[in-house]
């Protein structure tokens, strides 16, 4: 083999050697980039997964601070509605309790209430010997009907006539006017007691008009309110 033959396959075997490392270093770079796009790819679904992630629990937190602010909404919206509808309860008991006062104004109609409540508050007493409180301007109509409602209450309750002793010391606070508006006030009745206090029955107007809203209040309030929902 002359030098011509021999360079020539030189020539070859490089020329297949170039070959074989350009296909390898093609390999290694397709290889290479299919890696970076995979890890590329990897990265984007892992990024928008937190950007999703985040985005729903931004969602919650908002949809969670709507609940919230309906919620309170809801609530205040409640508490003016109770509280307006405690206003007309309370302004109802008002008009009631002026219109008490005009009770004792008939003189004949309020000397025989004074009757009854007397007999009535002996009759839950049941005490031999009690103490009767009314307001100073009454204590000439207890005075006028004494007798006879303790002889009433005797005739029912199969007992001897009590002992009624009139406080004339202590009475019960005055009517309400201007001049006492915010002091204490009764529009009527009596309070008896047993002589030794322990016993107290209180059977003014104004306690049996408390007594009997209480009692009535849920019958008024579903009168007044049943249209309303709270």
Known sequence: MNDADVSKQIQQMVRFIRQEAEEKANEILVSAEEEFNIEKLQLVEAEKKKIRQ????KEKQVEIRKKIEYSMQ???SRIKVLQAQ????????ETA???????????HVYKKLLN???VQSLLRLKE??????CRKDDVHLVESVLDSAKEEYALKANVHVPEII????VHLPAAPSHHNAHDLFCSGGVVLASRDGKIVCEDTLDA???VVFRKKLPEIRKWLFSQVAV
């Open 74 to 76: 809801l609530n205040a």
């Open 208 to 210: 049996r008009l408390d």
């Open 128 to 133: 031999p010997a009690v103490l009767l409180r």
């Open 54 to 57: 985040e985005y729903e629990r």
């Open 97 to 107: 309790g002026k219109e008490l006062l005009r009770v004792s104004h008939d003189h």
């Open 166 to 169: 009139i406080d004339h010391h």
């Open 116 to 118: 009854d409540l007397i």
């Open 86 to 93: 405690d206003d007309v309860v309370n302004s109802m008991k």
